[in-house]
C-alpha cells in the first residue's frame, strides 16, 4: 500500500497546526510541513511531488496551501499549477486560514435554510480571507452582496479581488463602528459577519428590528461574537422568525468538509479544490 503523503505547504512562518491535525484526520499518513513557501521557492518541492511516483501511484501525493494571507495562497497555488503538464501533476488544495471551507460551510447551511439567489446579503468585516470567500460564493450563489470593512479603500481593494477572481459585483462600503454596520445592512436579508475573532460587528437590537432580514451568520467563535445576541453553537436557531448559524453550529460542517477535502486529494492525481468545488461539497454534505 502506497504511503498518502500530504506536502503541507504554508505562506506563513510556521505551518498552521490546525491545518496539520485535520489532515491526519482527514486520511493523509504522513504530513509533511513546509514554511515560509512563496512562488519563488515552491518550484522544487513541486518537482519532488510530481516526478516521484509513477502513474498509478501519484494518486497518493497531495499538496495543500495554507497560511493567513488568501492572496499569497492563490498565487501559490498559481504557481504550483503552472508546474504541472501533462500527467505530471498531483491533487492540490487551496484553503488559506481555512477560509474556503469555512465560507462554504456556512454558505451551503443557510442555503440549505432558503434559496439565496435574488436575495440581499451584507458581509461585515469582510475584507479577511474568509469574509472574502462568504462574499463571493454568496454571489455566486445569486445573491445581490455589499461587503463592508472599516476603510473605504481596503474594502474596495477586497471587492475588487474578489470580482477579478470569481467575475462577480461587490458592493464595498466603509462601516467603522456598529452604527454604521446596521445602516448599511438595511434593507439585506442575509447578514454575514466575517470580522475578526472576539469582535461584535451589529447589535442584537439592531439586527432583529430589521423585518427584511430572515437569515444572520457569525464564524467568530470568541465572545463577543460577530452578531451580538446569537449563541455560537446556533444552527438556524429561530430568533422571532429570523435564523440563525453562530461559530460552532457552522464549524461541525467546516470540519466535516475540511476532512472530507482531504479524503478526495487521494482520490485521484488531478483534484485543484478551490471555492466553486469546495462549496459544492459543502451543499451536498449540509
Ligand atoms: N468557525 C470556524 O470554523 C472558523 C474557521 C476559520 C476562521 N474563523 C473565524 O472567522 C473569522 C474571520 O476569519 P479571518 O481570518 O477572515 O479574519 P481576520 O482576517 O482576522 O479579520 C477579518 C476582518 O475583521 C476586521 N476587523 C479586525 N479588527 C476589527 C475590529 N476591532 N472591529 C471590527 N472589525 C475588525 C478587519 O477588517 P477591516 O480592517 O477591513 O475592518 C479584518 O479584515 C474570525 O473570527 C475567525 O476566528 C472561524
Known amino acids: 500500500m502506497t504511503a498518502k503523503l500530504l506536502f503541507q ?18 486520511g493523509a499518513d504522513h504530513v509533511i510541513g513546509h514554511a515560509g513557501i512563496t512562488k519563488e521557492s515552491v518550484g522544487g518541492l513541486v518537482e519532488g511531488a510530481i516526478f516521484t511516483r509513477g502513474a498509478k501511484d501519484k494518486k497518493s501525493t497531495a499538496l495543500f496551501v495554507g497560511g493567513a494571507s488568501m492572496v499569497a495562497g492563490e498565487t501559490l497555488l498559481d504557481a504550483i499549477q503552472a508546474k504541472f503538464y501533462g500527467g505530471f501533476r498531483v491533487s492540490v488544495m487551496l484553503d488559506s486560514n481555512g477560509a474556503n471551507t469555512t465560507a462554504a460551510a456556512g454558505v451551503a447551511l443557510l442555503a440549505k435554510a432558503s434559496p439565496l439567489a435574488g436575495k440581499r446579503a451584507i458581509v461585515l468585516g469582510g475584507t479577511g480571507p474568509v469574509g472574502m470567500r462568504v462574499a463571493a460564493m454568496l454571489a ?13 479603500a481596503k474594502t474596495q481593494h477586497a471587492a475588487a479581488a474578489i470580482g477579478q477572481r470569481f467575475g ?3 458592493e464595498a462600503v466603509e462601516a467603522p463602528d456598529d ?9 439585506v436579508a442575509i447578514i454575514y459577519a466575517a470580522g475578526a475573532i472576539g469582535h461584535q ?8 428590528s430589521m423585518d427584511s432580514v430572515q437569515l444572520v ?3 467568530n467563535p470568541e465572545p463577543p461574537f460577530g452578531i451580538g445576541g446569537i449563541g455560537a453553537g446556533d444552527k438556524g436557531r429561530d430568533y422571532q422568525g429570523k435564523l440563525a448559524f453562530g461559530a460552532l453550529g457552522i464549524g461541525g460542517l467546516k ?4 476532512r472530507a477535502c482531504i479524503g478526495k486529494l487521494f482520490e485521484r492525481n488531478d483534484l485543484v479544490l478551490d471555492a466553486e ?9 449540509a
Open 9 to 26: 505547504l504554508d505562506t506563513d512562518s510556521t505551518p498552521s497546526v490546525f491545518d496539520t491535525v485535520v489532515a491526519y484526520d482527514g
Open 277 to 285: 468545488n469546495i462549496l459544492a461539497l459543502a451543499k451536498e454534505m
Open 140 to 152: 455566486l450563489e445569486g445573491a445581490a452582496v455589499t461587503l463592508t470593512g472599516r476603510q473605504l
Open 255 to 258: 470540519l466535516r468538509l475540511h
Open 179 to 187: 452604527a454604521a454596520r446596521a445602516r448599511a445592512a438595511e434593507g
Open 201 to 208: 460587528l451589529i447589535a442584537h437590537a439592531d439586527w432583529q
Open 217 to 219: 451568520a457569525d464564524v
Open 168 to 170: 462577480v459585483q461587490i
